[in-house]
DNA sequence: GTCATGTATGTAATATCATAACATGTCAAG
DNA sequence: CTTGACATGTTATGATATTACATACATGAC
């Protein structure tokens, strides 16, 4: 359950995390937590939304939506483009994920409820994308944008680079 | 010449920065700068390439790849989109223009040659992009990338919020 | 309960963005 | 004047995303 595994073999996303770690806990973890929130919020956490957020926390790595898509169509649920974006909006709108621009790709939050303003670090290499907190970024974006009058509402900061695993490798 | 010509009425961008300026004496000095780099690191800048960059300053905002190909095919380049992406993909590599990825535009670097790490501030309400420069954010993040032994390349940095125009009236 | 209302889902059709693959043209070094 | 590298043109297709409309389900008023 550890590890590397499946690795930036078959979709838009590597891994979600670069260090080894257990893998159904952390899913486990965080839908639970994400059930709580959205019951605290009023969100409605409907089937497909539900099981959309479990299909990434599943995959562990972001996906793409057409990805996703093929994953709600074989469990019964619509098999229209607008199926996956609507649930994918859904969970972003509500923290639950992320988008990943540079991927056209969307992975499950690993922090949710948790403010914060996250990075992503994407492996050019293998795919893998991780998330990571970085309050500074945000305080750095905020004070620039004071200095042209501009009102931040939310920002996108992504990375691209070598993960430790591939670095080692290549380099 | 200066003020909010055009801003945000026909395509994907709004006027490329915030503050009223002399429109076509930056669009000239910029384009300058952009030949001598050019001419310094024996880049080619061919007839599309130079003419795809005018395109992005003298319109002042960022265009999709599409409305630069109108451009370019009106005025006798090929029409099919391969052109425009090679261009905008030699500008881009050459720091000659940037990606902006929330709005799948490009627009002219207005800062050609200096290092720098920009942000880009895009308003939702006019799709203006302002371009500023931001060593801090880069700094804060490649201090998170050390932390997880990640080895930062290029980054996205994309603030989403209202520009001072819009803020004003909206609020 | 049942009706009205808002929200969610399903489906069809299409719009938009991007790239692969290959042919042709240009230019400078040898 | 040929060769090789790079640039451009063109065809075709792939990948991503949205609009519009129909149907179903939940919730609260009565």
Redesign the interface.
Known sequence: MAGAEGRGTTGAGGVVA??AHDHAHCAGEVMARAEALSAASGARLTPVRRRTLEILLQAHRALGAYEVLEHLAAEGFGNQPPVAYRALDFLVEQGLAHRI??LNAFAACMHPGEAHSP?F?I??ACNAV?E???E??R???E???A??????????????????AC?EVGA
């Open positions: 670069f260090a621009r540079r990075v670090f492996c050019r991780a990571a907190p970085a500074a970024v305080r750095a974006t004070a620039a944008a200095g042209i009058g501009f009102s931040v509402e939310r920002t996108t900061v992504e990375a691209l680079g070598l993960c430790p670095a």
